[in-house]
């Protein structure tokens, strides 16, 4: 039997099978055959019978309510719905008889009776489900008229900003409900009441107010007008769609951008994207208005000193300013004066050119990228102790794992999509450990999920809590020894179970470091060794910490030892922050690494660089972020190429960063906005969008998907474009005429992305890496057989605890992280109407703190750390704990980062966010450090000549 080709563009009505167990019916007179456990309905559109249904669709599980799918089965009486009758052999069935057809016309009178009449100037009219099922029925009339009760005068609900309820228009089908359900696990509506009085309802509250995390799944569920993005009220109804991904977090999420020419209209998660099958989050789905933002700069600029007001160009001067004052620069100073900053919101060949212009035509290896500051270590611990800087499995690994554990991530917040499907898992029944100082939405928020164990460890303490869990694993015999001896260094292992046993490394001798109990942390123990199939997931509150790459290490120990590492429902699986920080790695972003994690001080893959290039290349390990900020403070390094990244806001002691860049003589920055870094620049390149560029990008799971260019560059050029302009000013050009083309040369160089190709992406969708002859599809799941490095190496995890200590001046411990509806650096998503749920940042604060120091919910408070001080809002919460206090980072005035010191990881410089020290008291005006923002910043965008109204402390 062949396999059955599934055509995305239709709805199959009910989910797909995975049974291998093949059935064979009759349908309409056609001999179909499928797997077990479909529906009819499903069958029949295998078949090309579409049975009408308006209740039903593919990406729910079936209802059947809708009472339109109604079929005969010969030898059965009644009219069962199709949506929810399985497949059986020899089943004989009629989809299409008079007496089907009286019946489907009848349940459509009396949808069409309780109806608006508004078809001609419906947003939806050529686009409604509704309507093209009353044409599929044949219904010409309704012989019940519009008198007498109806829910015609129904209030509309526009309180969201992205999209209006309108239930005048509700058949009450409940997809959108069993979407908030089954897709996206929030449960924020339901249908109240019953019979006539049944409506959705959001909690009884409108949309903004209620539960609701505007994720879309409702909207495209909804087979009518009722809930409906206003973009497309506004707009009207898209005439053709580009498939992409989105320039968001490390999900990596299909969307197909529906159009009206060079309009965005609406977004909507692709049904087959292989990151998130047809689901989204806001920011994705919603928030893509930054891309056409009136504070987008789309001229070139230029300027002798940050004092001066700035100069808009053309793009040659701009171009050639910029190449005379790099070369000028190298000629006073020597070569290694300046360097660049690749980013993770660029494409996989934007960086690419960007790090190949810094080692080709600037002779250096003075290239960074933003991962430095997020997620290093994880390149460093997974490379060292598994042989590859990635995660081991494919996002949907997760729904076969049985034991779930996360540390230091927040998933519903920074990768919700992923969320969505790990938390359908634990609603199976999958166990879940978190390990966390703060109570995430997973422990604290989540609908039909209750984590098994919070272990509310204190900031700074992952080493000692993986240490603890190891000795647990280890003295009570749980380590799989027959796959540690198969497939580990069993030298390394000797070492580290040797280790961990010591008395020292117990739950008990820990337990008051830590902070939490002692049996809550053998019990996890027990449970993450010998629950089944166990799978880790971490995120920032591992890797930004000054013992991160210790923690990854010690991750993968565990894996290792309990045999969880190799297989489907298992792995290390690091969640990355941004779109493309897996990606910005694999392109060779770091100092000391060539594309493909290969040591510039390897001779045989330097001379492969240097034939491809045509260009001497260095053997030295370059600058890393940190480095190149303390040199340019000496006044040693003098230039920076900053392209898509804003390193004033995100990197630690804005203080310090601010003034290596004072220091500088040529600050190069490319972007959209005129963000943070760009006020210190002495040459605006004005970027483009996600929208406005071809490439690719690779998300946590290492898949790498196309970015398709659905409109013209707003500002002329696609990014790539702009730094070969550069390279070629500075005498090397480079010939691409097309992305693709880049991807090719990234392909010929790299081993793992052997088999990758735009042509390759076009015809199977997304591919994970490695992808080579060996692995011609791409490779989701790593390690199966052995390790990259052959055996899998253990690491002693020593714990080292911080030099950040609380005392009696700076008695609290600061630590940070996101939030939903805003991303990063805030320089997209407040530009967009998700500041509707976030409009600042505030710090949370534990009751018993506030009430020490007299600090009520909205006070404004100052927070003083070593480094400097800033004023946020306070909220008084209990979801973090005694001596801790949490704020996010996406506004730039919040200055978060003016408080976080310049401690970094041991083997990474990743800088420690997670543990600052600080004291918090009330304040009733603004911190220095802010009133200069304030000031500074208004001149720079009044230089720009834009407009824009600061923040203010009211």
């Not at 928030?287 to 053309?314: C, E, F, L, N």
Request: aromatic share 8%; net charge negative.
């Amino acid at each position: 039997m062949d396999e059955i080709k599934y055509n995305s563009s239709i709805d199959y009505g009910t989910p797909k099978s995975q049974s291998a167990k093949q059935v064979t019916l009759t349908i309409d007179d056609r001999e179909i055959t499928v797997p077990d456990g479909v529906s009819i309905m499903h069958a029949a559109a295998v078949a090309g019978v579409m049975v009408p249904k308006l209740c039903a669709t593919d990406s729910l599980e079936p209802f059947g309510s809708c009472r339109l799918c109604l079929v005969e089965i010969e030898g059965r009486r009644g009219y069962p719905a199709s949506c929810t009758t399985p497949v059986a052999d020899g089943l004989k069935v009629h989809t299409q008889t008079p007496k089907l057809a009286d019946i489907r016309r009848g349940t459509m009178e009396l949808y069409i009776s309780d109806h608006p009449l508004d078809c001609l100037t419906c947003a939806t009219n050529g686009d409604c489900e509704l309507q093209d099922m009353a044409g599929a029925v044949g219904l010409r009339e309704v012989r019940y008229g519009y008198d007498g009760e109806n829910h015609l005068a129904s209030v509309k609900d526009e309180s969201n900003p992205y999209f209006t309820f309108d239930p005048s228009k509700c058949i009450v089908c409940s997809r959108c409900v069993r979407a908030c359900e089954e897709t996206q696990g929030t449960f924020a509506l339901t249908i109240s009441g019953r019979g006539f009085e049944s409506k959705v309802s959001a909690g009884n509250k409108d949309f903004l107010e209620s539960e609701c995390v505007s994720c879309g799944a409702c909207v495209q569920a909804c087979p009518t007008a009722t809930l409906i993005e206003k973009t497309v009220i506004e707009a009207g109804t898209p005439e053709h769609s580009v498939t992409t991904t989105c320039a968001y977090c490390g999900v990596g999420c299909s969307f197909d951008a529906e159009m009206k020419g060079e309009e965005v209209v609406r977004m909507t998660p692709t049904k087959d994207g292989g990151a998130n099958h047809g689901h989204s989050c806001v920011k994705g789905r919603f928030a893509w208005g930054y891309a056409t933002h009136k504070d987008r700069i789309t001229t070139p600029m230029i300027r002798k000193s940050i004092k001066d007001p700035w100069q808009q160009v053309g793009w040659d001067e701009a171009i050639n300013y910029a190449a005379s004052e790099l070369t000028r620069i190298q000629k006073q100073y020597g070569s290694d004066a300046i360097g660049g900053i690749t980013s993770s919101r660029c494409t996989n060949e934007e960086v690419y050119v960007t790090q190949k212009l810094i080692r080709a035509v600037f002779g250096v290896n003075n290239v960074d990228t933003c991962a430095r500051v997020c997620h290093s270590p994880t390149g460093y611990g997974l490379k060292q102790t598994l042989g590859e800087s990635a995660g081991t499995q494919t996002f949907d690994s997760v729904m076969h794992s049985d034991v779930i554990f996360i540390i230091g991530a927040n998933p519903t917040d920074g990768h919700p999509v992923f969320a969505s499907q790990m938390k359908r898992r634990l609603r199976e029944g999958a166990k879940l450990i978190i390990a966390d100082p703060r109570e995430i939405d997973l422990v604290a928020n989540s609908p039909h999920i209750r984590a098994d164990y919070h272990l509310k460890l204190r900031p700074g303490t992952n080493v000692a809590l993986v240490s603890a869990l190891a000795h647990v694993i280890v003295t009570e015999g749980l380590v799989q020894d027959a796959f540690v001896k198969a497939r580990c260094d069993w030298d390394s292992f000797v070492e580290w179970r040797d280790f961990v046993a010591k008395p020292e490394n117990s739950p008990e001798a820990l337990a008051e470091e830590l902070g939490v109990d002692a049996e809550l942390i053998r019990a996890a123990a027990r449970m993450y060794a010998t629950g089944g199939d166990a799978s880790i997931y971490y995120g920032l509150g591992v890797t930004e910490h000054s013992q991160g790459s210790t923690t990854v290490m010690g991750i993968a120990n565990l894996a290792m030892a309990t045999a969880n590492i190799g297989r489907e429902g298992v792995g290390v699986n690091p969640l990355r922050g941004q779109n493309n920080v897996q990606g910005s790695c694999d392109m060779g972003s770091m100092p000391h690494e060539f594309p493909g994690y290969r040591h510039v001080a390897d001779d045989a893959t330097r001379a492969l660089f240097e034939s491809a290039w045509g260009r001497p290349l260095s053997k030295e390990p370059g600058l890393r972020i940190p480095n190149m900020l303390d040199e340019a403070s000496e006044g040693n390094f003098k230039g920076l190429y900053c392209v898509g990244e804003d390193i004033v806001q995100s990197d630690p002691n804005t203080q310090h960063v601010t003034h290596a860049l004072e220091n500088m003589e040529c600050v190069i920055v490319q972007d959209l906005f005129l963000n943070e870094t760009a006020m210190f620049a002495h040459v605006f390149f004005p970027g483009a969008s996600f929208l406005e560029k071809s490439g690719t990008f690779t998300n946590a799971e290492r898949r790498i998907s196309p970015v398709r260019r659905v409109m013209r560059p707003k500002n002329g050029y696609e990014d790539w474009e702009v730094t070969t302009k550069l390279s070629e000013a500075l005498g090397y050009p480079m010939q691409y005429n097309h992305a693709s083309e880049i991807m090719d040369e990234i392909a010929a160089l790299t081993p793992t992305f052997r088999g990758v190709s735009f042509k390759k992406l076009d015809e199977v969708g997304s591919v994970q890496w490695p992808c080579d002859d060996e692995h011609p599809d791409g490779t989701p799941i790593m390690h199966i057989d052995e390790f990259v490095r052959g055996k899998g190496k253990f690491f002693v995890t020593q714990y080292v605890p911080t030099t950040e200590k609380v005392n009696a001046k700076f008695p609290l411990i600061l630590t940070t992280g996101r939030i939903l509806s805003q991303y990063n650096v805030g320089a997209q998503t407040r530009r967009t109407h998700n500041t509707a749920w976030h409009a600042e940042d505030i710090l949370e604060v534990h009751p018993h703190d506030a009430e020490e120091r007299g600090i009520k919910e909205g006070d404004w408070v100052g927070i003083v750390s070593r480094a400097g001080e800033t004023v946020l809002r306070a909220k008084i919460t209990e979801r973090v704990q005694p001596g801790v206090v949490y704020t996010t980072f996406h506004h730039p005035e919040s200055g978060a980062n003016v408080i976080t010191t310049d401690n970094s990881d041991w083997a990474t410089n990743c800088p420690e966010f997670k543990v600052t020290a600080v004291q918090v008291s009330r304040v009733s005006q603004l911190s220095d450090w802010q009133k200069h923002y304030k000031t500074f910043s208004e001149a720079q965008i009044a230089f720009a000549g834009k407009k824009a109204e600061a923040a203010k402390v009211s």
